[in-house]
Nanobody, 126 residues
Framework: QVPLKESGGGSVQAGESLRLSCVPS????????MGWFRQAPGKEREGVAV???????SYSSSVQGRFTVSKDNAKNTLYLQMNSLKPEDTAMYFC????????????????????WGQGTQVTVSS
């Protein structure tokens, strides 16, 4: 069973918005550090945004000011609101859980995350 499940991807025009969601599958996670990553064909997986248990967030410079990561503890759901989408945002988007570890300056290192979803595709056309 895949630990996390993403949804909300799709195909949009440049300038439009999408909201991605991520829920755990059959487990409850401590959520000390939850992140969103993306991977475009032929490129390495890139850290996009992260939120810790206290609600503190960090973003990559490529999405700062356009994307917002948030969580709803009552619904046990992680979100990524993506505004002003650009063609270069086209990628498979993944959510990830760092297990019992808090976020830190290495948050964008995908190897530090324990649980992953299968991803949801976002395609932005110009």
């Amino acid at each position: 069973q895949v630990p996390l499940k993403e949804s909300g991807g799709g195909s949009v025009q440049a300038g439009e918005s999408l909201r991605l969601s991520c829920v755990p599958s059959g487990r409850t996670y401590q959520r000390y550090c939850m992140g969103w990553f993306r991977q475009a064909p032929g490129k390495e997986r890139e850290g996009v945004a992260v939120i810790d248990k206290a609600g503190d967030t960090s973003y990559s410079s490529s999405v700062q000011g356009r994307f917002t990561v948030s969580k709803d503890n009552a619904k046990n759901t992680l979100y990524l609101q993506m505004n002003s989408l650009k063609p270069e945002d086209t990628a498979m988007y993944f959510c990830a859980d760092r297990g019992p570890n808090w976020c830190d300056s290495t948050w964008s290192d995908s190897s530090t995350y324990v649980y992953w979803g299968q991803g949801t595709q976002v395609t932005v056309s110009s």
